[in-house]
């Protein structure tokens, strides 16, 4: 049984996105670049480019594309954000597990995180504090860097498929990976040889299909 934070339904995906001001294409166009970049790792490369590529594509998309809506960028202790003033969130990106996207599965972030996220998921689990000398000393590090809750765009990718969710993170589990989620809104990623259809109750206009150039 999906649970009640988590959004899959596209009619609730569309307006969990619109109240983040957040365009689906623009996540599926990520996820996308970091599928056509991952796919040109040739076998002389280091055995982790594939996945670095996948990740590095899809935070310059999503950044340079809300950025050109308003959003501003920053890098604290080299986390990627994308930063929305106005709605006072952040957005970054992770390789998630084998259960992103999937509504009834709980999925974790593939990689282990540093302070400063672990700081943030503190961050987002307690916004509001009457006393800062209760802060503990993730949420005191966080205060003084970040001030806006801050999501996580998970992305899951095969050779076969693509799997995504943009979600706000709640809790650390083992190996310091992200593994609980306050909300999550998942989001259906084609493959980027499939026709994309374009939905004309879709706010933000239609779907298109990257076009990246081989860096070989």
């Known amino acids: 049984m999906q649970q009640d934070f988590v959004y899959s339904e596209h009619d609730d995906v569309e307006d969990q996105l619109s109240q983040l001001s957040i365009p689906r294409a623009a996540l599926i166009r990520a996820a996308q670049a970091g599928f056509v970049q991952r796919s040109f790792s040739l076998p002389s490369d280091p055995v982790t480019a594939a996945g670095t590529d996948a990740w590095r594509y899809a935070v310059r998309s999503l950044r340079t594309e809300l950025q050109y809506l308003g959003w501003r960028l920053d890098n604290p202790q080299n986390l990627p954000l994308v930063i929305s003033d106005e709605l006072k969130i952040n957005v970054t990106v992770s390789s998630g597990d084998e259960a992103t996207g999937i509504p009834f599965r709980m999925p974790r972030t593939k990689n282990p995180k540093g302070s400063l996220l672990e700081a943030a998921v503190a961050r987002n689990v307690r916004q509001l504090h009457l006393f800062p000398g209760m802060l503990t000393d993730a949420e005191q590090k966080f205060d003084k860097t970040l001030d806006y809750p801050t999501w996580v765009f998970l992305v899951f990718i095969t050779d076969e498929e693509i799997r995504a969710e943009l979600s706000l993170p709640s809790s650390f589990g083992e ?25 004309s109750d879709d706010d933000f206009g239609p779907q298109i299909t990257p076009v990246v150039t081989s860096k070989i």
């Not at 909300?183 to 259809?197: F, M, T």
């Open 175 to 199: 190996n310091d990976r992200l593994d609980g989620w306050a909300k999550r809104i998942i989001i259906d990623i084609p493959l980027p040889d499939e026709e994309l259809s374009t939905d």
